[in-house]
């Protein structure tokens, strides 16, 4: 990695950082004992469910925190204590030595001003120069984020640059004076995967070009592999291991750490075992929670004895590996049960699928004359899906993969009803799906459910969790209102939640336990398919992996088939038993999850297969980046749905006709949507590739 | 055929539950805006009205109405011992009449503002989750109420209610056709408010969840999406309490309200305005008396407002 320079000292130095909220409601201990240290030119990431602090660290160094709030320890930078300094202090050091870059970009950037004035505006209050010198310094800036064009960027608004260009451009913000700190907080976390991988590689490329330190926080272990020298790990508000990414990864000697890098599914190890994925049980410890003297991971822990609720725990140095555990020797791979083998038998084929998807087509918006009432019809209308084809076996997962724009969740939407669709053939079990969920039957609603994305939004805030579980019951099964209960009470406990919570409001649960409600509510009719729609994509990794356990085991009991909606290729690797890559509302691959996933493929999924971040710093992928976000096609578009972003595109053909569909390496039932013959799609994936890093 | 599916919960049995539920978040609401100054001081003032509203003319030394020949002599006195607030142009105790006007405006006003409200939240949700079409005209229709100047439409309601009511209601005609005036006034505007409300809990999962277990419109709009926006109805209805007050005080200044010799703020106001300047008392306790309430319904919405905004985790816990 990068090389330390051993001449200067700490750049920044936590000692016992604590920071405490008081509100007239409670005290909470967002911060409870941080420890850390930052040289220049080096990564720290730190790393943990949300709830444990993070954010709150990352705000305290800045100096941002309100008035009611108590700092204890002390916050070192270049030797002076950011903790206890006065306003004016501080604000010279904001910006000019300390900067920071904040999860959403849209929200960084003033919508109603031009990027240049924005960034100019920075320039002017920290540096002392003329207009001419603050042009060339911001074009710099530009080209130093790889902006391509920056002259003209200059002149845009926020809204017409993508997500990952705004990102870049609040990193040159944060870049223009030069900072000797730089504080990242979920910098790529609103970003899609492909977008995601190229502002990671800008920062592993800035981290040795501006000499800079840099903390990044993170939740995701995928993009903390990636980018940080060191890591450290935040569990409760306190750290609980440190040590080199490698050795982290490698040799976790905390519990939680382990439990962490256990929760997130990976492709199946060298002997080819796939391993059943583990979760941490229970949740992160309430901050208004006194710690007391005990170990506050020790109610979650697999390897927790007496001893560890007698005392606090020292941070442990074993050879500059910091572990917060009075047992960091036993700390092994398969304390969390990780190492079983997954049970993965497919109940045997039906002939008819449980849904039959054929040409299902989607448009947006109307057609429209080209003359107010008259002339001919201009073709305005947003392709949302166009031809796609799916069949979901008994049993089955069918994961939908693709970025946002994709038309994944149109997809959704349209089988279970809630968008009519504009062409194409819908089939549940061989009987025809009418277009609106109001036209179809009680029986065919009730043998097909769906699971939202966001837990807190899927449970009506005031009515009781029970609402939504007793009226499908009492709607699909025709239960009477004391069955119900009884039932609704099963299925709690099904999915691993007291009964009681029936009566609480949803607000008294956390999001795993919403998202968890919302799964007992989908299971009360036992229907034969679910349509998860990123069910799992905004729960925290040790939730998420309880939350697949828990669809994989229903699978398996009640033979129930998902079309499961993800952007997120681990999660879809692990579930899916076919997957269908969707781009701008087109099926670029179709086809069994292995056939996908290995080679060849379609260059679209090669390019999402080398950008999702794994949770390994050795982990070895190809470069293959995309630029920009998807397009929206028309409906008179002409050529490959792909071709503005291919890095693989050929010529002419590309952009004058649609691609032919081909099938893929493992024979019928694989599709591959594209020009390039299949036979020299499986030669040129096997080379090594690297696509350019210039932004367009 | 929507009333059979709506849940049995709402119909039958439940309906006990409901009202305990909806009165214990009533009580819940109500305690939320007693902890600011304003909601405290509002709700003392208000509850002092309604205190005399239900109770004063018990405890009125004089007959509000009734006046003799003995009476016309002290016609237009000023504050003394037996008369605290003076006599008006018959006599009459100027303090009994304020008491037992609090009466007629208040029930007016507070009918006349529930009857508006709960016309707009039933129009403003169904076009705001029917969308479409139906919203689109709903809406321009609404417009047309909104150009009619309150008062215009008061004069047209009342000018024929009047003429074409033949029977008789207790407590009389005006009054009825004030709270019709004051719902029709008030739906629109209100409707408008609720709309936005309700489109902003259209999109909301739980409502899509609502829609593929195939509840019926009905019932997703008043199971699902009311309950949510019951906060904006609230404040809603206490910022509109004020403005009804002040439209049927008005109504009766312009002789248009409760006939004399009933007592009214209003039409006290206008009859001793002509004495003013010999007698200002007269014309000024009922026009203080109203200013106080007013102010008081304003003070405690504030409060409501502040119980309103606050997040959902706390107001449920």
Known sequence: MSQLSQTEGQLLELDRLAVTFYTPRATVR?????????????????????????????????????????????????????????????????????????????????????IGTQVQEVLREHLDLDSKQVRERMIELFESVRLADPEAIGQRYPHQLSGGMQQRVVIAMALACDPLLLIMDEPTTGLDVTTEAT???????????????????????????????RVAVMYAGEIVEQATVGELFKNPRHPYTAGLLSCVPRPPGDDGIERKLSSIPGSVLDAQIEGGESCLFADRCPLAQDACTAQV??????????????????????????????????????????????????????????????????????????DVDMKVGTGRTLGVVGESGSGKSTAAKTIVGLVPKDGGKLELRGQNLADGVQHRSKEQRAAMRMVFQNPTASLNPKLPIRHSIIRALRKFAGLSRDESRERAEQLLEAVGLDPSYLDRPPSELSGGQQ?????????????????ADEAVSSLDVSVQAQVLNLLEEHQRESGNSYV????????????????????????????????????????????????????????????????????????????CFFAGRCPRKIGDICDTSAPPEQAGSHGEGHIINCHIPVEELAIIQQQPFQNGVSVT | MAIEELDSQVTTGGANALLKGASRKVRRGLSIALRTNSGRIGFAIVAFHLFLAIFGPLLAPYSPTDFTSEDLK???????????????????????????????????????????????????????????????????????????????????????????????????KEAWLIIITIGIAFMPANSRVIRSAALAIKPLEFVQSARLRGESSFYIIFREVLPNIIPVVAVEASIRVSFALLLTAGLGFLGLGVQ??????????????EFLSIAPWAALAPAMAMASLVVGVNLLTDGVREAAQLPISQEAS
């Open chain 1, 30 to 114: 967002a911060v409870r004992d941080l420890s850390i240290e930052i040289r220049r030119g080096e990564v720290l990431g730190l790393v943990g469910e949300s709830g444990c602090g993070k954010s709150t660290a990352a705000f305290a160094i800045m100096g941002y925190l309100p008035g009611t709030t108590r700092v204890d320890g002390s916050i070192l930078f270049e030797g002076r204590d950011i903790a206890h300094m006065g306003d004016s202090d501080l604000r010279e050091l904001r910006g000019n030595r300390i900067a920071m870059v904040y999860q959403d970009p849209a929200t960084s950037l003033n919508p109603s001003m031009r």
């Open chain 1, 199 to 229: 502002i990671l590689d800008l920062i592993v490329e800035l981290k040795d070009r501006v000499n800079a330190g840099i903390l990044f926080v993170s939740h995701n272990l995928g993009v903390i592999a990636r980018v940080a020298d």
């Open chain 1, 313 to 386: 725990p020292p941070m442990t140095d074993l050879d500059g590996h910091l572990s917060k555990c009075l047992f960091p020797d036993d700390v092994h791979s398969g304390i969390w049960g990780e190492s079983q083998e997954r049970n993965k038998e497919l109940i045997p084929e039906e002939p008819i699928p449980v849904l039959n998807a054929h040409s299902l087509r989607k448009f947006y918006g109307r057609e429209r004359k080209k003359y107010l009432f008259f002339g001919p019809p201009v073709q305005q209308r947003v392709r949302a899906l166009i």
């Open chain 1, 515 to 531: 998202q968890r409600v919302a799964l007992a509510g989908a299971f009360a009719a036992s229907p034969d398919l679910i349509v």
């Open chain 1, 564 to 639: 499961f909606i993800t952007h997120d290729l681990g999660v879809v690797r692990y579930v899916s038993d076919d997957i269908l890559v969707l781009y701008a509302g087109h099926v670029a691959e179709y086809g069994p999850s292995e056939a996908v996933l290995g080679s060849p493929s379609h260059p679209y999924t090669e390019a999402l297969l080398s950008a999702a971040p794994i949770p390994d710093p050795e982990a070895t992928q190809n470069q293959i980046r995309l630029e920009g976000s998807v397009p929206t096609l028309h409906s008179a578009f002409k050529g």
């Open chain 2, 74 to 172: 002290i016609r237009l006195t000023g504050p003394s011992m037996e008369h605290l607030l003076g006599t008006d142009g018959f006599g009459r105790d100027v303090l009994s009449r304020v008491v037992a006007g609090a009466r007629s405006i208040i029930w007016i006003s507070f009918i006349g503002t529930a009857l508006g409200i709960t016309l707009g939240t039933i129009v403003g949700m169904t076009s705001g989750y029917i969308g479409g079409k139906i919203d689109q005209v709903v809406m321009r229709g609404v417009d047309v109420f909104l150009a009619f100047p309150g008062l215009l439409l008061a004069l047209l309601v009342i000018n024929l209610g009047v003429q074409r009511i033949g029977i008789d209601l207790w407590p009389s």
């Open chain 2, 260 to 273: 004399p010799p009933t007592p009214d703020w209003g039409l006290m106001v206008s009859e001793n305005r």
